[in-house]
T-cell receptor
Framework: RKEVEQDPGPFNVPEGATVAFNCTYS??????FFWYRQDCRKEPKLLMS???SGNEDGRFTAQLNRASQYISLLIRDSKLSDSATYLC??????????FGTGTRLTVIP | DVKVTQSSRYLVKRTGEKVFLECVQD?????MFWYRQDPGLGLRLIYF???????EKGDIPEGYSVSREKKERFSLILESASTNQTSMYLC??????????????FGSGTQLSVL
């Protein structure tokens, strides 16, 4: 079983739509959680950390559900510039970072 | 801004060649990492280092070695390149020692093709 699993998509949504991605993790002792964004042929960049109480950054909301072992990313009012691959990252401690394979989002005009 | 620089953006090598991938970071980070990224497999950790001359194996170290003689530089070495090592190689660094909430800063990647 993979440490981190994501639906690869692609998710094709119109501009202005709300879209949500989930990511499940297998290690219940996982300590910290992140969403990274990766544009085509570019390196991943941190989008946001995911906190236990949930957190928001503008149009982006991240949530953690420890009981069901998943994290989510919600994007409201999608922009064309949101088109990218979103990587779920889980840290199980002591530099053990596990990356999901990514969910590809395309926002359509 | 933190800068992580990888020496080559694209590299083409022949089977059996020794290949060096260089990575330099300019923010005095303790931790440095080498990943490879393949379609459908995501990022997989090859090796990491949390101090000069220290290294630890990641998930897929076979066929690779690393060198960290200076804090800012972390080199990945393919002793004898094989076609299954064709991949995107990403170097990353992070500022804290063994912290669980650290942010990774990535270089722009090296697309290596082994023919």
């Amino acid at each position: 079983r993979k440490e981190v699993e994501q639906d690869p998509g692609p998710f094709n949504v119109p501009e202005g739509a709300t879209v949500a991605f989930n990511c499940t993790y297998s290690n219940s002792a996982s300590q910290s959680f992140f969403w990274y964004r990766q544009d085509c042929r570019k390196e991943p960049k941190l989008l946001m950390s995911v906190y236990s109480s949930g957190n928001e950054d503008g149009r982006f909301t991240a949530q953690l559900n420890r009981a069901s072992q998943y994290i989510s990313l919600l994007i409201r009012d999608s922009k064309l510039s949101d088109s990218a691959t979103y990587l779920c990252v889980v840290n199980t401690g002591a530099n053990n970072l596990f990356f999901g394979t990514g969910t590809r989002l395309t926002v359509i005009p | 801004d933190v800068k992580v620089t990888q020496s080559s953006r694209y590299l083409v090598k022949r089977t059996g060649e020794k290949v060096f991938l260089e990575c330099v970071q300019d923010m005095d980070h303790e931790n440095m990492f080498w990943y490879r990224q393949d379609p459908g497999l995501g990022l997989r950790l090859i090796y990491f280092s949390y101090d000069v001359k220290m290294k630890e194996k990641g998930d897929i170290p076979e066929g690779y070695s690393v060198s960290r003689e200076k804090k800012e530089r972390f080199s990945l070495i393919l002793e004898s390149a094989s076609t299954n090592q064709t991949s995107m190689y990403l170097c990353a660094s992070s500022p804290r020692l063994r912290a669980t909430n650290e942010k990774l800063f990535f270089g722009s990647g090296t697309q290596l093709s082994v023919l």
